[in-house]
């Protein structure tokens, strides 16, 4: 369990054995797209790029954890992903969110790039937040903790 106000970790099991995330997974409606987004827009990097037939398995990273926490930038080759998809996006529900140490820089230096944001900067409670359209199908969303 974390306070978000202090961001200190408050552990209720021993860490022996935890469960840590590796991969997590965001659908994309073109795979070439989305990496050219994640990468050139973004700032991310590309990590594994393995040929599957028709897909990939293509994963990005944040350049300062290059070993840390991979996104799976996921083929729509499911129906109901894309049913799934589209309505999150046409309801303005971010996909996932990525954590940025200021919000309002993030979005000035994203603006500039051509990004298109649903919402601009604004505070939430212990967090400001703002929402990118990620031209792939995705609402997502920015948080910097207060």
């Known amino acids: ?3 978000f106000k202090t961001g200190a970790s408050h552990r209720i099991f021993n860490h022996e054995g935890m469960i840590k995330i590796h991969v997590a997974s965001l659908l994309v409606d073109d795979q070439e797209k989305a990496l050219k987004f994640y990468t050139e827009k973004l700032g991310f990097v590309k990590k594994t790029e393995v040929p599957l037939g028709e897909y990939k398995w293509l994963t990005v990273v944040s350049p300062d954890e290059f070993n840390g926490v991979e996104l799976v930038l996921e ?3 499911f129906e109901p992903a894309k049913v799934y998809q589209k309505a999150l996006k046409d309801a303005g529900i ?3 969110a990525f954590m940025v140490d200021d919000v309002v820089k993030a979005f000035e230096r994203l603006t ?3 990004v298109v944001f649903s919402m601009e900067p604004k505070a939430a409670g212990p967090v400001m937040i ?3 359209d990620d031209t792939c199908g995705n609402n997502i969303q ?3 903790m207060l």
């Open 1 to 3: 369990m974390q306070d």
């Open 75 to 77: 083929p729509m080759a």
């Open 94 to 96: 971010p996909l996932t």
């Open 112 to 114: 500039s790039l051509g």
């Open 130 to 132: 703002a929402v990118l």
């Open 142 to 144: 920015l948080v910097q």
